[in-house]
Nanobody, 112 residues
Framework: QVQLVESGGGLVQAGGSLRLSCAAS????????MVWFRQAPGKEREFVAG????????YYTDSVKGRFTISRDNAKNTVYLQMNSLKPEDTAIYYC?????WGHGTQVTVSS
């Protein structure tokens, strides 16, 4: 079993920044990609960013490229999502994903 706990969400004005964290516990953390998804009200959950096990490869959905940065610290079993230049359309619940495990999410609200 793997447990994922997200944190770092909150309310921020447009143009602001937030740093999300996802702490993993349980089985081996470093073997697979870690991925961030988000779900806005009334919309389907969508992919945001991913990172491979070593951190050498990252990938993003087009709408966040240049604004968001994903990173991981395998020694701390934690993955991060640095979000800069936030926009109201980034408002969503952000979820951490590892293989078939999901966290409960952290709310990000960006006011205009």
């Amino acid at each position: 079993q793997v447990q994922l706990v997200e944190s770092g969400g909150g309310l921020v004005q447009a143009g602001g920044s937030l740093r999300l964290s996802c702490a993993a516990s349980g089985r081996t953390f470093s073997s697979y990609d870690m991925v961030w998804f988000r779900q806005a009200p009334g919309k389907e959950r969508e992919f945001v960013a991913g990172i491979n096990w070593s951190g050498s490869r990252t990938y993003y959905t087009d709408s966040v490229k240049g604004r968001f940065t994903i990173s991981r610290d395998n020694a701390k079993n934690t993955v991060y999502l640095q979000m800069n230049s936030l926009k109201p359309e980034d408002t969503a619940i952000y979820y951490c994903n590892y293989v078939h495990y999901w966290g409960h999410g952290t709310q990000v609200t960006v006011s205009s």
